[in-house]
Each structure stands twice: as structure tokens, then as C-alpha cells.
Nanobody
Framework: ELAESGGGSVQAGGSLRLSCTVS????????IGWYRQASGKEREEVSC?????RVTGSVADRFITSRDNAKNTVYVQMNNLKPEDTAVYYC????????????????WGQGTQVTVSS
């Protein structure tokens, strides 16, 4: 089970930190990905962090991804948000330890809405 939190509405230039807490899985065995889907658009990967904390991809340098294996939680700190960052953000437990792929998924979160106004 994945529990996401931290979404909300902010003005452009603001910041939000999303959290994803995982239960029921061996958290530190898997990479964790953040994805987002804007209205009318396909889902895209925001970032992926491997089991040992290496970030393998990020949609923007403004987004900083980290994980705390002791708390079974992954974070994405989103800074200088722009209206085009508006989307539903999902976390995902990958089926692999070293990369994220939508073709091998252990679990998806329910999503949290991020809305950025200009």
C-alpha cells in the first residue's frame, strides 16, 4: 500500500513537498518512481530513485527526490513551480531495484493533485 500526501494549490514560484509512504513491501528492495499526468496528456516520469538513493532521472532540476528507508518514505521537493507542473502526481514501487519502468510495477499510489496558478 502506498500513501501519498503533500499535494495542493500554490502560486507560480512556490514550493511543495510530496511524500509517499510504503507499507506491505520490502521498501528498500525497490526503486521508487514519481509520475505525473496532466489533464488530457499522457503520464510521464517525474523522477526515479533506486533502492540505495541514486536518482536516475528527473523531469526538472527544480525537483529534488530523496528517500528515507528507515521511514519507508520517498519525497519529491518541488521548487519554483510553474503552471505547467499542474497534474496529478503518483508514486510507484518499481519491480526492480535499479530503475523504474511502467512495465514492471509492484504498486501505484492513488495520486495527489498539484495545481499551480499563474
Amino acid at each position: 500500500e502506498l500513501a501519498e500526501s503533500g499535494g495542493g494549490s500554490v502560486q507560480a514560484g512556490g514550493s511543495l513537498r510530496l511524500s509517499c509512504t510504503v507499507s506491505g513491501l520490502r521498501f528498500d528492495d525497490y526503486a521508487i518512481g514519481w509520475y505525473r499526468q496532466a489533464s488530457g496528456k499522457e503520464r510521464e516520469e517525474v523522477s526515479c530513485i533506486t533502492w540505495n538513493g541514486r536518482v536516475t532521472g528527473s523531469v526538472a532540476d527544480r525537483f529534488i527526490t530523496s528517500r528515507d528507508n528507515a521511514k519507508n518514505t520517498v519525497y519529491v521537493q518541488m521548487n519554483n513551480l510553474k503552471p505547467e507542473d499542474t497534474a496529478v502526481y503518483y508514486c510507484m514501487v518499481s519491480g526492480a531495484a535499479e530503475f523504474c519502468t511502467e512495465h514492471s510495477v509492484k504498486a501505484w499510489g492513488q495520486g495527489t493533485q498539484v495545481t499551480v496558478s499563474s
